[in-house]
Nanobody
Framework: QVQLVESGGGSVQAGGSLRLSCAASGTIFRVNAMGWYRQAPGKQREVVAT???????YYADSMKGRFTISRDNGKNTVYLQMNSLKYEDTAVYYC??????????????WGQGTQVTVSS
């Protein structure tokens, strides 16, 4: 079994910054793609940013230039640096990871979510 443990959420004023972390632990052969998603009240979960095992990144349009995703493969950890935060960034942020077992099977996991609240 694999667990994703997130940290770093909280409350911040508009224009401020937060850094989220998510560490994968458990029975892991390799962590492939990792990413961050978010869900605001009354809205569907949406992708924020993703990063492959090789370091290729993807950002949703509204996050480009403000958010930076990175990872430490040695620690099986993904980070999300969020700058210039806006009120509309308020949401629960979820970590996502595709973990490969020693048998070559890939399985997706979700973290428990961490609240980010931006006050205007």
């Amino acid at each position: 079994q694999v667990q994703l443990v997130e940290s770093g959420g909280g409350s911040v004023q508009a224009g401020g910054s937060l850094r989220l972390s998510c560490a994968a632990s458990g029975t892991i052969f390799r962590v492939n793609a990792m990413g961050w998603y978010r869900q605001a009240p009354g809205k569907q979960r949406e992708v924020v940013a993703t990063i492959t095992g090789g370091g290729s990144t993807y950002y949703a349009d509204s996050m480009k230039g403000r958010f930076t995703i990175s990872r430490d493969n040695g620690k099986n950890t993904v980070y999300l640096q969020m700058n210039s935060l806006k009120y509309e960034d308020t949401a629960v942020y979820y970590c996502h990871a595709v973990v490969e077992s020693s048998g070559g099977l890939n399985r997706a996991y979700w973290g428990q979510g961490t609240q980010v609240t931006v006050s205007s």
